[in-house]
């Protein structure tokens, strides 16, 4: 089975427009480049019954998980209670953590400082060369923090391990309006269950009213879908296949 993944978006100023995310998309991104399937993404409040629920569900369904946001030393920072809650495990303050956070400040540890070292016994610190701050990783979830910086840093040092065949995409531009383009769209769909089509119609003037994408892993079945196509639309309604 292909590797798939949920993103998980945490933080009340996403959901009131205060924020505007940036790491969702930028995962989504990231992920679709490696070649994992991106089954759902979520924008939840930082609420710890709707981060241990989201967080159940994407992990019980997906190879990975991925949440953004809420691991610093404010009230509102609860994602590591809700993954707890979402696993049944207990919170403790994980030593490395607090050696790491003692290191780091070089002066007196105030309680803000342990709250970030508090994460479910279950937790793994991943650890690179590139990283002076490890990931946390509770099962198969995976926790980056909220600032978008040092989302892509963390992400830079672990993409790699994420790595998947890539997708492969064909393109056909026709001249005809999408209602006449869906029976055939159907067709394909029936002889070819294992690709992935997409519709997009346009409304202002250009060459073309509709593209449509068939996407996969194998080029094979790709080429016979878009082989099938483009003889079902007719090569007079073809205005370019890429």
Same mark, same amino acid.
């Given at each position: 089975?292909?590797?798939?993944?949920?993103?998980?978006?945490?933080?009340? %100023?996403? &959901? =009131?427009?205060?924020?505007?995310? #940036?790491?969702?998309?930028?995962? +989504?991104?990231?992920?679709? $480049? *490696?070649?994992?399937?991106?089954?759902?993404?979520?924008?939840?409040?930082?609420?710890?019954?709707?981060?241990?629920?989201?967080?159940?569900?994407?992990?019980?369904?997906?190879?990975?998980?991925?949440?953004?946001?809420?691991?610093?030393?404010?009230?509102?920072?609860?994602?590591?209670?809700?993954?707890?809650?979402?696993?049944?495990?207990?919170?403790?303050?994980?030593?490395?953590?607090?050696?790491?956070?003692?290191?780091?400040?070089?002066?007196?540890?105030?309680?803000?400082?342990?709250?970030?070292?508090?994460?479910?016994?279950?937790?793994?610190?991943?650890?690179? %060369?590139? &990283? =002076?701050?490890?990931?946390?990783? #509770?099962?198969?979830?995976?926790? +980056?923090?909220?600032?978008? $910086? *040092?989302?892509?840093?963390?992400?830079?040092?672990?993409?790699?391990?994420?790595?998947?065949?890539?997708?492969?995409?064909?393109?056909?531009?026709?001249?005809?309006?999408?209602?006449?383009?869906?029976?055939?769209?159907?067709?394909?769909?029936?002889?070819?269950?294992?690709?992935?089509?997409?519709?997009?119609?346009?409304?202002?003037?250009?060459?073309?009213?509709?593209?449509?994408?068939?996407?996969?892993?194998?080029?094979e079945r790709i080429q016979a879908a878009c082989d099938a196509l483009v003889e079902r639309l007719g090569p007079e309604a073809i205005?370019?296949?890429?």
């Amino acid at each position: 089975m292909e590797p798939s993944a949920a993103v998980v978006v945490i933080g009340n %100023e996403i &959901l =009131s427009s205060k924020v505007e995310d #940036v790491n969702g998309p930028f995962l +989504l991104r990231e992920l679709r $480049e *490696l070649g994992v399937y991106v089954r759902v993404v979520h924008v939840i409040p930082d609420e710890v019954h709707s981060i241990a629920r989201t967080v159940k569900e994407c992990a019980e369904s997906c190879t990975w998980v991925f949440t953004c946001g809420g691991v610093g030393p404010t009230l509102d920072d609860v994602t590591f209670q809700g993954i707890a809650a979402a696993f049944g495990s207990a919170l403790h303050e994980h030593p490395e953590l607090v050696q790491i956070i003692r290191d780091h400040v070089s002066g007196q540890m105030e309680p803000g400082h342990l709250q970030m070292a508090r994460v479910p016994e279950e937790t793994e610190l991943v650890r690179t %060369e590139e &990283l =002076s701050w490890p990931a946390a990783k #509770v099962r198969n979830v995976y926790v +980056l923090p909220g600032s978008p $910086e *040092l989302v892509q840093k963390k992400w830079a040092a672990l993409r790699d391990e994420f790595r998947a065949a890539p997708f492969i995409v064909h393109r056909v531009f026709t001249t005809l309006d999408e209602v006449f383009v869906a029976p055939h769209l159907d067709a394909i769909h029936v002889a070819f269950p294992d690709i992935d089509i997409g519709s997009y119609p346009l409304w202002t003037p250009t060459d073309h009213s509709v593209q449509v994408t068939l996407e996969g892993k194998s080029a094979e079945r790709i080429q016979a879908a878009c082989d099938a196509l483009v003889e079902r639309l007719g090569p007079e309604a073809i205005v370019r296949i890429g």
